[in-house]
Nanobody, 124 residues
Framework: QVQLVESGGGLVQPGGSLRLSCAASGSIISIGTMGWYRQAPGNERELVAVVISGGSSRYTHYTDSVKGRFTISRDNAKNTVNLQMNSLKPEDTAVYYC???????????????WGKGTLVTVSS
């Protein structure tokens, strides 16, 4: 029905950069929010960044630990969301998951969906 596919993860040195991408596909009418979460070993999944579309306006939110380093962007027409990660630190190492919330399809009302995740490893 609806699938989210992430890409762009990999191994990078501290201070380096990576760009994550996520594409949503299916019988989608609209998506309320698209964002990125991450989960490091032994930790709970946490919000990294999210883009909220309302009317003609778009709003972004970042967790404090990535502010000034990460940038989230969303293309509503393509149902994609990207995460540009700069100045990466070892503590950024985690599996990064794409999330789409408030997804309306031709078959049903609002639902949320998760991607399978992409691994980001920042070496020491």
């Amino acid at each position: 029905q609806v699938q989210l596919v992430e890409s762009g993860g990999g191994l990078v040195q501290p201070g380096g950069s990576l760009r994550l991408s996520c594409a949503a596909s299916g019988s989608i009418i609209s998506i309320g929010t698209m964002g990125w979460y991450r989960q490091a070993p032994g930790n709970e999944r946490e919000l990294v960044a999210v883009v909220i579309s309302g009317g003609s306006s778009r709003y972004t939110h970042y967790t404090d630990s990535v502010k000034g380093r990460f940038t989230i962007s969303r293309d509503n027409a393509k149902n994609t969301v990207n995460l540009q990660m700069n100045s990466l630190k070892p503590e950024d190492t985690a599996v990064y998951y794409c999330n789409a919330g408030g997804v309306r399809t031709v078959e049903a009302g609002l639902n949320s969906y998760w991607g399978k995740g992409t691994l980001v490893t920042v070496s020491s």
